[in-house]
């Protein structure tokens, strides 16, 4: 079982890898010519995430497509889909469930380190930096789990909402007794409360939501 599925219930399947090469035998023909030329490490990310998401797909019962991206960057999934990727430092990984079970599902994955200098002041209100400040338990670096989180919630968001949402625009209240998390959503939107859970694994911090319809 992958790390993120402890993170995730049945209706949700994550896959997740940490292969060493990019193995170009896993791309479809429509998703290698989206990608066009790009550098080696994007290249793994694009191929692996998709091999992830591909193989959540199948595990679903349902039938494996290519996956293209919109606009905005969001995979675009098949019909009777949602799901999110990740990937970070030579891990990827993908969590898929069907449409009619799930409303969106959001997941991200970091190196377990602390954030750039400058950074937490720019993703934080003053309230999450005080739980940062103090700590918390099973992750060595709090800033960066929030930074996680604050990323699943976009990929939880967006296919949803279609619009943008900001750092300010979500304040993250962490239970460590459950490893679990609460988000309000204080901008204008289809969703305005989240719930998630977190852990760090291998030094990779990793979070996952799941929106119910
Ligand atoms: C899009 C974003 C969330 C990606 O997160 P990241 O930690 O940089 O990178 P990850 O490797 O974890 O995720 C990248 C994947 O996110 C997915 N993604 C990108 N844009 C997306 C969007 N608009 N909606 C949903 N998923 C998206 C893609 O699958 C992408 O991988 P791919 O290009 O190989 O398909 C981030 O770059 C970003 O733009 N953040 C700003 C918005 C934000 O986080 N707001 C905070 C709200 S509280």
């Given at each position: 079982?992958?790390?993120?599925?402890?993170?995730?219930?049945?209706?949700?399947?994550?896959?997740?890898?940490?292969?060493?090469?990019?193995?170009?035998?896993?791309?479809?023909?429509?998703?290698?010519?989206?990608?066009?030329?790009?550098?080696?490490?994007?290249?793994?990310?694009?191929?692996?995430?998709?091999?992830?998401?591909?193989?959540?797909?199948?595990?679903?019962?349902?039938?494996?497509?290519?996956?293209?991206?919109?606009?905005?960057?969001?995979?675009?999934?098949p019909s009777?889909?949602?799901?999110?990727?990740?990937?970070?430092?030579?891990?990827?990984a993908a969590?898929?469930?069907?449409?009619?079970?799930?409303?969106?599902?959001?997941?991200?994955?970091?190196?377990?380190?602390?954030?750039?200098?400058?950074?937490?002041?720019?993703?934080?209100?003053?309230?999450?930096?005080?739980?940062?400040?103090?700590?918390?338990?099973?992750?060595?670096?709090?800033?960066?789990?929030?930074?996680?989180?604050?990323?699943?919630?976009?990929?939880?968001?967006?296919?949803?909402?279609?619009?943008?949402?900001?750092?300010?625009?979500?304040?993250?209240?962490i239970d460590?007794?459950?490893?679990?998390?609460?988000?309000?959503?204080?901008?204008?939107?289809?969703?305005?409360?989240?719930?998630?859970?977190?852990?760090?694994?291998?030094?990779?911090?990793?979070?996952?939501?799941?929106?119910?319809?």
């Amino acid at each position: 079982m992958s790390a993120l599925q402890l993170l995730l219930s049945q209706h949700v399947v994550a896959v997740e890898t940490r292969a060493e090469s990019t193995d170009e035998s896993l791309l479809w023909p429509e998703e290698d010519a989206f990608l066009g030329d790009v550098v080696a490490g994007r290249r793994w990310d694009w191929v692996q995430g998709r091999r992830c998401a591909r193989l959540g797909i199948q595990q679903l019962g349902l039938e494996p497509r290519p996956i293209l991206a919109g606009p905005k960057r969001e995979p675009l999934w098949p019909s009777g889909v949602v799901g999110a990727i990740t990937h970070t430092h030579g891990f990827a990984a993908a969590a898929v469930a069907r449409s009619s079970d799930l409303r969106s599902v959001g997941v991200d994955a970091e190196p377990d380190e602390p954030l750039p200098k400058g950074v937490l002041k720019r993703i934080s209100h003053s309230y999450e930096q005080e739980w940062i400040a103090a700590g918390v338990a099973g992750v060595a670096a709090a800033d960066r789990l929030l930074f996680c989180i604050k990323e699943a919630v976009y990929k939880t968001w967006f296919p949803v909402a279609q619009v943008w949402l900001g750092f300010e625009d979500a304040l993250v209240e962490i239970d460590e007794g459950t490893y679990s998390f609460g988000v309000t959503i204080t901008a204008e939107g289809p969703i305005s409360d989240l719930a998630g859970r977190y852990q760090s694994v291998d030094g990779i911090v990793m979070a996952a939501i799941e929106l119910c319809h």
